[in-house]
Each structure stands twice: as structure tokens, then as C-alpha cells.
């Protein structure tokens, strides 16, 4: 199946910092998403983004297919930011979502 | 107005008893999913069902038995829980393989 690989595997930040996390994938994917784990175990979906660039408020996403990575940007943190962050994917053949095993983010004040 | 819904939140039992998790979700998708989270917080797939028909099973024990009385429906029975069953259990729906995925708010399952 396809491999999902998410770096770094942990962060930790000051209040007001930026970050930038990857997600590497093994082969053609017709889905990426992105998700929030917060504190409390609940997963929120914060992009759908199988190619191209979007945006949400302090949040961006972008994944470039043809070179099988994905990258989530975090603007000016906040501590509700924190918690882990995971990219999923369905590869080409599949119609399921495959997890990376995330990014674990520690926003402080 | 929650999108989808499980309960319970919290499960603690006893090796060798059988629990059932319910799940619903209000969005009108024809797709559920049952997904297991371990200690290290991996998440796996372990069910599939598109309008109340399963589609996907990844190699789950035949203990856990999804039901789908209805496509806002998914629930999961388990029977002769095992101490490695420990983990939270997420339910979730989508319109398909190419669409958002929503979670529910997970259960955590906890086998004494």
C-alpha cells in the first residue's frame, strides 16, 4: 500500500511563530487531507487539498502531486493550535484514507 | 447540531465481555468508516460501508461485527474483548474515496 511519511515528528513553538510541516507520500494520490487532533482527541478536518494551494484564516495547505509531498503552513501559533497534526491520503488503486503517523505540535505562551 | 455523533464516550470493561459502539451521522453520506486509534495515536481503517454494504474490511478480527441498519448508521459489536483492544474507535463519513472525511468525537475503549 502507499507509505505516508510526516516530519517532523514533533515541534515545539513560542506563541506567535510560524511553522511548516510536510507529508510525504509513496505514490499518485486522488485525496489529501489534513487534519487537527486536539488535546481533547477530537480529529477536525482542516483541508481537503489533493493538489494546489488553499487557505483558511492563519492556515494554508499546499500539495504539489507530481512531486508527492504536501506541505501545512501555521502563521503567527496560537496554544489552541496545539495538539497532532495529520495528513491522510487514497492512493491510486484504493478507496480508502492511509494516516501519516502525524506531527505532534506544543504551542506555548 | 452534530454531524456525527458516537457513543459512548468512555467504555470500561472486563476481558471477555462484548460492547457494542454506536454511531451516526446527519450529513447524507453514503459512505461510513470505522477507524482504530492506538496508543501511539496511529489511525487505521478497519471497516468500510457504502449504503449499508460493506466494502472495505482490513483484516479485523471476526469479535468486531460493523452493522449498518441504515446508511446514517454504523455501529460496532465486539464481542470476547481482549486486553489489546484498548485504543479509541473513530467513526466517520464521507461522500467517497475522492471527498472530505468527518470524524466523530471517538470512544474510548478501556479493557480491564
Not at chain 1, 477530537?42 to 492556515?59: C, D, E, H, V
Not at chain 1, 491510486?92 to 505562551?109: E, H, Q, W
Not at chain 2, 460501508?49 to 449498518?68: A, C, D, G, M, Q
Request: contains cysteine.
Amino acid at each position: 500500500g502507499i507509505q505516508v511519511e510526516q516530519s517532523p515528528p514533533d515541534l515545539i513553538l513560542q506563541e506567535g511563530a510560524n511553522s511548516t510541516l510536510r507529508c510525504n507520500f509513496s505514490d499518485s494520490v486522488n485525496n489529501l487531507q489534513w487534519f487537527h487532533q486536539n488535546p481533547w482527541g477530537q480529529l477536525i478536518n482542516l483541508f481537503y487539498i489533493p493538489s494546489g494551494t488553499k487557505q483558511n484564516g492563519r492556515l494554508s495547505a499546499t500539495t504539489v502531486a507530481t512531486e508527492r509531498y504536501s506541505l501545512l503552513y501555521i502563521s503567527s501559533s496560537q496554544t489552541t493550535d496545539s495538539g497532532v497534526y495529520f495528513c491522510a491520503v487514497v492512493g491510486r488503486g484504493y478507496s480508502t484514507l492511509t494516516f501519516g503517523k502525524g506531527t505532534m505540535l506544543l504551542v506555548s505562551p | 447540531d452534530t454531524a456525527v455523533s458516537q457513543t459512548p464516550k468512555y467504555l470500561v470493561t472486563q476481558m471477555g465481555n462484548d460492547k457494542s459502539i454506536k454511531c451516526e451521522q446527519n450529513l447524507g453520506h453514503d459512505t461510513m468508516y470505522w477507524y482504530k486509534q492506538d496508543s501511539k495515536k496511529f489511525l487505521k481503517i478497519m471497516f468500510s460501508y457504502n449504503n449499508k454494504e460493506l466494502i472495505i474490511n482490513e483484516t479485523v478480527p471476526n469479535r468486531f461485527s460493523p452493522k449498518s441498519p441504515d446508511k446514517a448508521h454504523l455501529n460496532l459489536h465486539i464481542n470476547s474483548l481482549e486486553l489489546g483492544d484498548s485504543a479509541v474507535y473513530f467513526c466517520a463519513s464521507g461522500e467517497g474515496a475522492t471527498e472530505k472525511l468527518f470524524f466523530g468525537s471517538g470512544t474510548q475503549l478501556s479493557v480491564l
